[in-house]
C-alpha cells in the first residue's frame, strides 16, 4: 500500500493489480477526487495516508477517509453516529454497518452539488473532534458459527491470539464465517484464515 498521499492522486491506493495503471479507479474517478481534496483542505483539515488512502485530520482525531472503487467514489465519516446529517446524504457502506457514514459520487458533478453540505458536515465533525466528544460505543454479542467454537476450543494457540484481537477484528471473521452457507465451507475458510488470526489480522486485511 501507499504510504505517501500524493500517491493516491497520481497512482492509486497501491491495495489491488490495477495500481499505478490507466484502469486505476484513482485514475477515473480523478476530477471529483480533486474536488473532495480541495474540499477537506480548505475545512482546514490536516492530511495523511491511513489504510492506502488520504484520511483527513483535526484536532488529532480522524475526520474523513476518501475512496475509490470501480462504480464510485467516496467520503467516509468517522464517528459519523454524532453527524444530523439533516440532508440525508449519508449511507451506510454494507448491512453490517452501525451507522451511515458515507457520501457516495458517481460523478465530480455530484461533488459540485454537494459541496456546502460536505463543508457544514465537515465543520460539525470538527467542533465534535475540538470539543473531544465521541459517539458512544454500541456493545455487540458476536455470534460465532460452532465450527469456529470448535477450532478455538481445539486449538489453544487460535484461541488465544483470537481472543486478542480487537473487537472489530473478531467481528469480520464472525461475518466471513457467517455468510458461508455450508459447515464445510465455513470449517475450510477457519483453515485459511487462521495464519491470519495468529498475525493479529482481520478478515480483510492482507
Known amino acids: 500500500m501507499i504510504t505517501e498521499v500524493e500517491?493516491?492522486?497520481?497512482?492509486?491506493?497501491?491495495?489491488?493489480?490495477?495500481?499505478?495503471?490507466?484502469?486505476?479507479?484513482?485514475?477515473?474517478?480523478?476530477?471529483?477526487?480533486?474536488?473532495?481534496r480541495r474540499i477537506?483542505?480548505?475545512?482546514?483539515?490536516?492530511?495523511?495516508?491511513?489504510?492506502?488512502?488520504?484520511?483527513?485530520?483535526?484536532?488529532?482525531?480522524?475526520?474523513?477517509?476518501?475512496?475509490?472503487?470501480?462504480?464510485?467514489?467516496?467520503?467516509?465519516?468517522?464517528?459519523?453516529?454524532?453527524?444530523?446529517?439533516?440532508?440525508?446524504?449519508?449511507?451506510?457502506?454494507?448491512?453490517?454497518?452501525?451507522?451511515?457514514?458515507t457520501v457516495v459520487f458517481t460523478s465530480a458533478a455530484g461533488v459540485r452539488d454537494r459541496e456546502s453540505l460536505l463543508r457544514a458536515y465537515l465543520e460539525e465533525a470538527k467542533g465534535y473532534a475540538e470539543r473531544g466528544i465521541r459517539a458512544p460505543k454500541v456493545?455487540?454479542?458476536?455470534?460465532?458459527?460452532?465450527?469456529?467454537?470448535?477450532?478455538?476450543?481445539?486449538?489453544?494457540?487460535?484461541?488465544?491470539?483470537?481472543?486478542?484481537l480487537t473487537p472489530g477484528r473478531q467481528r469480520s471473521y464472525a461475518i466471513a464465517l457467517n455468510s458461508a452457507k455450508k459447515p464445510e465451507t465455513r470449517v475450510a475458510r477457519i483453515a485459511r484464515f487462521r495464519p491470519g488470526i495468529l498475525a493479529g489480522k482481520g478478515a480483510l486485511e492482507r
Open 7 to 36: 500517491d493516491f492522486f497520481t497512482r492509486g491506493c497501491g491495495r489491488c493489480s490495477r495500481f499505478d495503471t490507466p484502469a486505476c479507479s484513482a485514475h477515473h474517478w480523478a476530477e471529483g477526487l480533486a474536488s473532495l
Open 40 to 101: 477537506c483542505l480548505q475545512a482546514g483539515l490536516g492530511e495523511a495516508v491511513k489504510w492506502g488512502h488520504p484520511c483527513y485530520i483535526h484536532a488529532s482525531r480522524n475526520i474523513v477517509l476518501m475512496g475509490a472503487f470501480r462504480e464510485d467514489f467516496r467520503l467516509t465519516f468517522f464517528n459519523a453516529a454524532l453527524l444530523k446529517d439533516p440532508a440525508g446524504i449519508l449511507q451506510r457502506r454494507g448491512p453490517n454497518t452501525q451507522n451511515p457514514d
Open 139 to 164: 456493545v455487540r454479542t458476536l455470534d460465532l458459527p460452532v465450527e469456529l467454537e470448535d477450532a478455538l476450543t481445539e486449538d489453544p494457540e487460535l484461541a488465544e491470539a483470537f481472543s486478542n
